[in-house]
């Protein structure tokens, strides 16, 4: 059940972050819509790949062998 709450807040999350992202930077910003798309693709990857990168860091500091421990 908890992996399909993770599942869905992701679905929810990314997703959101990038609207947010671009409406803000339309709208505050005044940016055009190519514009505020491209640096909110990247605000999003950047986010990803942080979470990703720390996800990373804790399965390997939590195992010993990363490839056989479950």
Do not use: N, Y
């Not at 671009?22 to 709208?27: A, E, F, I, M, Y």
């Not at 491209?38 to 950047?46: E, F, G, I, P």
């Not at 790949?49 to 490839?67: E, L, N, P, Y």
């Amino acid at each position: 059940m908890s992996a399909l709450v993770l599942i869905g807040a992701g679905s929810v999350f990314f997703p959101g972050l990038f609207l947010l992202s671009k409406l803000t930077l339309r709208h505050m910003m005044g940016w055009r819509e190519g514009d505020a798309a491209v640096v909110s693709t990247r605000l999003v990857s950047s986010v990803q790949s942080i979470m990703a990168t720390a996800a990373g860091c804790i399965i390997v500091s939590s195992c010993r062998d990363v490839m056989e421990d479950r």
